[in-house]
């Protein structure tokens, strides 16, 4: 696998691209597809608060709308505008979204705080018994 590193400097990167005027609180993403692209994303806000996207799901449509359906990997970096970074987790709906692409037993979710600092979990850790496109088959 590419570097964690590397993703998480992308994560950091992609951080300062955040559209966050109502939050302030600034998320990176770095998603790894399994041919070794990296597809980097952040939050963007809305005055219609609903309309927020997070880091998360904006590296998976980008993603996605360049073709891409398989993946390895994400590193999410978030925190408060100003402040240090603490492990940021992923919200439910970006796990589902994960669900729709991803296998749950491998594919890798990081969360990290700094190059040195992350921790790893299998998607299945962060979203068991998930529902899958797999459960749609008859
Ligand atoms: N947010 C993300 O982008 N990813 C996460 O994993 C958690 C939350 C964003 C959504 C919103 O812009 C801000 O963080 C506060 O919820």
């Not at 590419?2 to 600034?26: G, N």
């Not at 597809?33 to 994303?41: L, R």
């Not at 809305?46 to 927020?52: E, F, V």
């Not at 603490?86 to 589902?96: A, E, F, L, N």
Request: aromatic content about 10%; hydrophobic content about 35%.
């Amino acid at each position: 696998m590419t570097d964690v590193k590397k993703l998480i400097e992308k994560a950091l990167e992609m951080r300062l691209y955040s559209y966050v005027p109502y939050s302030h609180f600034r998320v990176g993403a770095a998603l790894l597809a399994k041919d070794g692209t990296i597809y980097g994303g952040c939050n963007i806000e809305n005055a219609s608060y609903g309309a927020a996207n997070c880091a998360e799901r904006t590296a998976f449509f980008k993603a996605v709308s360049e073709g891409k359906h398989e993946f390895e990997a994400i590193v999410i970096c978030g925190g408060h505008e100003g402040t240090a970074l603490d492990y940021c987790s992923p919200c439910g709906i970006c796990r589902q979204v994960m669900r729709e692409f991803c296998d749950p037993k491998t594919f890798k979710v990081i969360l990290a705080k700094n190059e040195d600092d992350y921790k790893e979990y299998t998607l299945e850790q962060l979203l068991p018994l998930g529902f899958g496109p797999e459960d749609l088959q008859n």
